[in-house]
């Protein structure tokens, strides 16, 4: 417990120090991934969302616009310097009355059951160890209502039969040997939602700098959650 504890603040306190530049550094790459996320999540008027792992709230505006004045936003992300960041592009957007945010380590998410019609995470679940993302997509199958869907885009491992660029090997050792430095790494995002008790229903493919991607809309498999 307390060497998580220790990761979590370190992790804290690495995205409070680069909240400001975060964008110029992330931005140019992540951004077309985020925007197919975001068009096979296909937020609707009235809906409740919720996003998880916001950071500098990129995606938070689209997703508020798309909710409209009857529908609301909420938001989860361990830094308090990129939630500053996100409330000021809300503020300045005008629509910092549809988003809530809350700074905070997930899991848990601080919301009842079948609170959302959606859950998305762009570029998150590869930030945490294989038992957080567990518990991560168990609280998010429990605050998701009855027809609900996830959006997930995410690092992931190299599409079977196809060898790994050189850049994807090396920015696995560099996770594995400097963490503190690279601190996500690729995952099988499809793989980790099937055993979570999601369906994938939509599955797209990219690549950053030859760093595979993938972009994915799940729902609820049938069964106990």
Known sequence: MGTERQDVEAARAFYDRISRVYDAISDASEHASRERGLELLAPAEGEQILEVGFGTGQALVP???????AG???????????????????????????????????????WPDSRFDAVSMSFTL??????????LLAETRRVLRPGGRL????MAVSPRGKPESVLTHTYKWLHRHFPHIVDCRPIDASAGIRAAGF????????SIWTLPVVALLAVPAPGPS
Do not use: H, K, N, T
């Not at 997703?63 to 004045?69: D, E, H, N, T």
């Not at 590869?126 to 518990?135: A, G, Q, S, Y």
């Not at 369906?199 to 990219?206: K, L, S, T």
């Open 63 to 69: 997703l508020a616009r798309a909710v409209g004045s």
């Open 72 to 110: 609301g936003v909420s938001g989860i992300d361990l830094s308090e310097g990129m939630a500053m960041v996100a409330r000021r592009r809300l503020e300045d957007a005008g629509l910092g009355d549809r988003v809530e945010l809350r700074v905070g380590a997930a899991p848990p998410l601080p």
């Open 126 to 135: 590869e930030l945490l160890p294989d038992d957080v993302i567990r518990e």
């Open 151 to 154: 959006g997930v885009v995410s």
């Open 199 to 206: 369906d994938p229903r939509q599955v797209i493919e990219m």
